[in-house]
T-cell receptor
Framework: AQSVTQLGSHVSVSEGALVLLRCNYSSSVPPYLFWYVQYPNQGLQLLLKYTSAATLVKGINGFEAEFKKSETSFHLTKPSAHMSDAAEYFCAVLPNYGGSQGNLIFGKGTKLSVKP | EAGVAQSPRYKIIEKRQSVAFWCNPISGHATLYWYQQILGQGPKLLIQFQNNGVVDDSQLPKDRFSAERLKGVDSTLKIQPAKLEDSAVYLC??????????????FGPGTRLTVL
C-alpha cells in the first residue's frame, strides 16, 4: 500500500529563517503529491501540488516544493518564515494506478512554530 | 464564493449515544468527501460521494457509521452507537469534478467530536 512519511511532528524556526518540512512517499509509480496547511480550528487548505509537470512547484504564501524521484521525496520549503506561517502542514499522496487514481492518503502532519 | 459549511462545530456525547454531522458543500461541486482526523494523525477518508452515489466507502465502519447525500447536495454522517475511539475531528470536503489530480478538494472547518 502506498504511504507518505513526514519526518518530524514538530518543527520550530525563528522568524526570517528557512522553513524545511520533509515528506517522503513510498510508491513504485510516481504518484501525485500535495501539501496542505491547517490553521487552528480551520479546515485544510491546498498549498501546492505536483502532477508530473515541473518538478519544482510553487505554491501560495511563498512556499515551494521539489519532487525528487530518486529520493522519493517532496520536501516543502520557504526561504523566510513569517509568524503567520505557524500552522500544521500535511503532505498527501494521490496514488497513480496508471490511468486510474485512488484517494488522497495523508501523512501525520508537521506542526510548524515560528519564534519572534 | 461561500466555502464548505459544517455543523455543529463541537459535539460532546457519552459512549453508546448517537450523533449526526451535517455538511453543505460548495455550490455546484459534484464530489463530496468525509474524513476522520484523529488527534496526531492526518485525515483518513471515510466515504466519497459523486453527486448522490457512493464512489468509495471502503474505510467506513459500516456497523456503526452511515452517510447519505440526498439530492446530490448536502450530506449527513451518522455514528450509532459511538465508541471512545470515535473521538476525532470529522472533516467534510468537496471538489468540482470527480476527484483526481486536477480536481482540488476544499475543506470545511470540521466538527470536533468528543466521546466520554
Amino acid at each position: 500500500a502506498q504511504s507518505v512519511t513526514q519526518l518530524g511532528s514538530h518543527v520550530s524556526v525563528s522568524e526570517g529563517a528557512l522553513v524545511l518540512l520533509r515528506c517522503n512517499y513510498s510508491s513504485s509509480v510516481p504518484p501525485y503529491l500535495f501539501w496542505y496547511v491547517q490553521y487552528p480550528n480551520q479546515g485544510l487548505q491546498l498549498l501546492l501540488k505536483y502532477t508530473s509537470a515541473a518538478t519544482l512547484v510553487k505554491g501560495i504564501n511563498g512556499f515551494e516544493a521539489e519532487f525528487k524521484k530518486s529520493e522519493t521525496s517532496f520536501h516543502l520549503t520557504k526561504p523566510s518564515a513569517h509568524m503567520s506561517d505557524a500552522a500544521e502542514y500535511f503532505c498527501a499522496v494521490l496514488p497513480n494506478y496508471g490511468g486510474s487514481q485512488g484517494n488522497l492518503i495523508f501523512g501525520k502532519g508537521t506542526k510548524l512554530s515560528v519564534k519572534p | 464564493e461561500a466555502g464548505v459549511a459544517q455543523s455543529p462545530r463541537y459535539k460532546i456525547i457519552e459512549k453508546r449515544q448517537s450523533v449526526a454531522f451535517w455538511c453543505n458543500p460548495i455550490s455546484g461541486h459534484a464530489t463530496l468527501y468525509w474524513y476522520q482526523q484523529i488527534l496526531g494523525q492526518g485525515p483518513k477518508l471515510l466515504i466519497q460521494f459523486q453527486n448522490n452515489g457512493v464512489v468509495d466507502d471502503s474505510q467506513l465502519p459500516k456497523d456503526r457509521f452511515s452517510a447519505e447525500r440526498l439530492k446530490g447536495v448536502d450530506s449527513t454522517l451518522k455514528i450509532q452507537p459511538a465508541k471512545l475511539e470515535d473521538s476525532a475531528v470529522y472533516l467534510c470536503a468537496s471538489s468540482l469534478l470527480g476527484g483526481g489530480n486536477t480536481d482540488t478538494q476544499y475543506f470545511g472547518p470540521g466538527t470536533r467530536l468528543t466521546v466520554l
